[in-house]
């Protein structure tokens, strides 16, 4: 039958785009925010998409099969994806889970029936939390221990098959959908596959557009002596720091044509207000990340220049993984 699929591998992607319209008029703003809900694939996540592009790369080379246990280092959404997405084509996947993974998070993949692991069993980045996180270390980490335990370390961080399948999926699914009226592409970023290869796309189709990166400001990182203790889940800064630290897919595409004409750092307390705003005026229920790149799109919105102007957003995830969270506390 025409209408059934044989895996929810085959539902991944092709996400809608929705626009904010009632806090727009609430707001009097002039320019037009647009959200791909990337909540809406199978697992909940953006991350579907790169799980897709791991496993799919994972084979092309011979490096898996059926039967083969992936591993890698998450808060969650990643490793939500590939048990998900792996346990449709016969895989198996061992978190290390970042340190702040939500409890409903641990509680999935306990669903799943995972054995998860924590990031500071990587001895090579066990003093993150006083030095930063260097992601070289850490790739480092992870493939030895994929070398040692005869695992599969998928990569998220430093595989390009991340950001190609932004490439082909994403940025061409949100230039149809708008018809090439795309002014602004906003996105956070965890590995940056989608900020890379949907801006990548789009600049090509469009060198006119503006590629805005999304990062936590320093007060909601842990490694910053003013911390907060809340921070945006899932993302890594993007810029204005150190080149070792920067997402590796940001300093490998830098050939290829990626930049980032503007770097927004945003809060944790405002993008957690900002996504309590939303959830009332719109109706939307948006995770952290989300939330954040939604503030900024604010941001840009209220600015003269965007008036008229449309400006499309990134929602990696919603809400529901973060109920054991401040995100949306009211005081």
């Known amino acids: 039958m025409a209408k059934i699929h044989s895996s929810i591998i085959e539902l991944v992607g092709n996400t809608p785009l929705v626009e904010l319209t009632n806090y727009q008029k609430k707001h009097g703003l002039g320019a037009r925010i647009i959200g791909k809900l990337e909540y809406l694939n199978p697992t909940g996540s953006s991350k579907d998409r790169l799980a897709v592009a791991l496993i799919e790369d994972a084979r092309a080379k011979g490096a898996i099969e059926e039967g083969s246990t992936l591993i890698d ?86 595989n390009e098959a991340n950001q190609e399948y932004h490439y082909k999926t994403t940025g061409p699914e949100i230039w149809e959908d708008t018809d090439g009226q795309v002014d602004y592409i906003v996105a956070t970023a965890g590995t940056a596959g989608t900020l890379v290869g949907t801006g990548r796309y789009l600049r090509e189709k469009n060198p006119e557009i503006t590629v805005v990166g999304v990062q936590g400001a320093e007060t909601s990182r842990p490694e910053n002596e003013n911390f907060t203790g809340n921070i945006i889940d899932g993302t890594l800064p993007v810029g204005n720091l150190p080149e070792e630290f920067v997402p590796t897919l940001i300093r490998s595409n830098r050939e290829n044509g990626f930049i980032m004409d503007e770097i927004i750092d945003v809060a944790a307390e405002d993008a957690y207000k900002t996504a309590q705003e939303t959830a009332e005026t719109d109706g939307l229920f948006l995770g952290t990340s989300a939330a954040a790149a939604l503030n900024a799109a604010i941001q840009i919105a209220a600015r003269p220049e965007a008036v008229g102007k449309n400006i499309v ?17 009211r005081s």
């Open 73 to 158: 280092v998450t808060s969650g959404n990643t490793g939500i994806s590939l048990v998900g997405i792996g346990h449709a084509e016969g895989l198996k996947f061992i978190p290390y889970l970042e340190p702040g993974t939500s409890e409903e998070r641990v509680k999935i993949f306990e669903g799943y029936g995972l054995d998860t692991r924590s990031f500071t069993d990587v001895e090579e980045i066990a003093n993150f939390e006083q030095e930063g996180l260097n992601l070289d270390d850490l790739i480092a980490g992870m493939e030895r221990i994929a070398e040692e335990q005869s695992y599969y370390y998928a990569g998220q961080t430093v």
């Open 313 to 329: 957003v990134i929602y990696p995830d919603n809400g529901y993984k973060y109920l054991s969270t401040d995100l949306y506390k």
